[in-house]
């Protein structure tokens, strides 16, 4: 089992960057596969990127794709999310998610571990 902390959130203006981190106990995080979702008030939570066991297979929705870069340290037990050029319309809760059910996925319901939650707001 793992535990999952998200840190990194805050006010940003429009075209400014975050970066997000997702801190994750455990001796074996090196076998989960990990991933950012995100919900804006009155959305479904949507998917953001994922990342693999190694870090060698990414993926990103089409809504932030080239902006985000997600990575991760198995060594220090994390995964970040640089967020640049921010928008208003990435506005929410972001999440830290794992599984070790799959090498890797875009649905949240394959993550069986998530995080609290770190709340970006981005002013236009």
């Known amino acids: 089992q793992v535990q999952l902390v998200e840190s990194g959130g805050g006010l940003v203006q429009a075209g400014g960057s975050l970066r997000l981190s997702c801190a994750a106990s455990g001796r074996t995080f090196s076998s989960y596969a990990m991933a950012w979702f995100r919900q804006a008030p009155g959305k479904e939570r949507e998917y953001v990127a994922h990342?693999?066991?190694?870090?060698?297979?990414?993926g990103y929705s089409e809504s932030v794709k080239g902006r985000f870069t997600i990575s991760r340290d198995n060594a220090k037990n994390t995964v970040d999310l640089q967020m640049n050029s921010l928008k208003p319309a990435d506005t929410a809760v972001y999440y830290c998610a794992a599984t070790t059910r799959y090498q890797y996925s875009r649905s949240s319901t394959s993550y069986d571990y998530w995080g609290q939650g770190t709340q970006v707001t981005v002013s236009s």
């Open positions: 990342i693999g066991w190694s870090g060698g297979v990414t």
